[in-house]
């Protein structure tokens, strides 16, 4: 059964940091783009980051760029998204999504409707 889970989440300081793996099952990532997401108060889910292929196929929404990085680990199955500089707006539900690489580097990364696989999400908490 191909599924993938969030994990990392919690509570952090503003200006603190903050690494969420994405880890997949039932399928290996090689040929899989995984985006993260997240869905504030706003309820929106919004989205944040994506890597197609690898490491150098990456993007990034302007609201987290430089602020945000993603990485993968193909051999661990495993994609990151490491985040600095955390302010209390970024307070959130992280979720993170496969779909074919093809497809997204078609499609494009920032849209929910091309994602066939979502986790649970992860919470995290930017608070004093």
Request: proline share 2%; charged share 20%.
């Amino acid at each position: 059964q191909e599924q993938v889970v969030e994990s990392g989440g919690g509570l952090v300081t503003p200006g603190g940091s903050l690494t969420l793996s994405c880890t997949a099952s039932g399928f290996t990532l090689d040929d899989y783009a995984i985006g993260w997401f997240r869905q504030g108060l706003s309820n929106e889910r919004e989205a944040l980051a994506c890597t197609i292929r690898a490491d150098r196929d990456v993007y990034y929404a302007d609201s987290v760029k430089g602020r945000f990085t993603i990485s993968r680990d193909n051999a661990k199955n495993t994609v990151y998204l490491r985040m600095n500089s955390l302010k209390p707006d970024d307070t959130a539900v992280y979720y993170c999504a496969a779909a074919p690489s093809d497809t997204i580097a078609t499609m494009g990364w920032n849209r929910r409707l091309w994602y066939d696989y979502w986790g649970q999400g992860t919470h995290v908490t930017v608070s004093s």
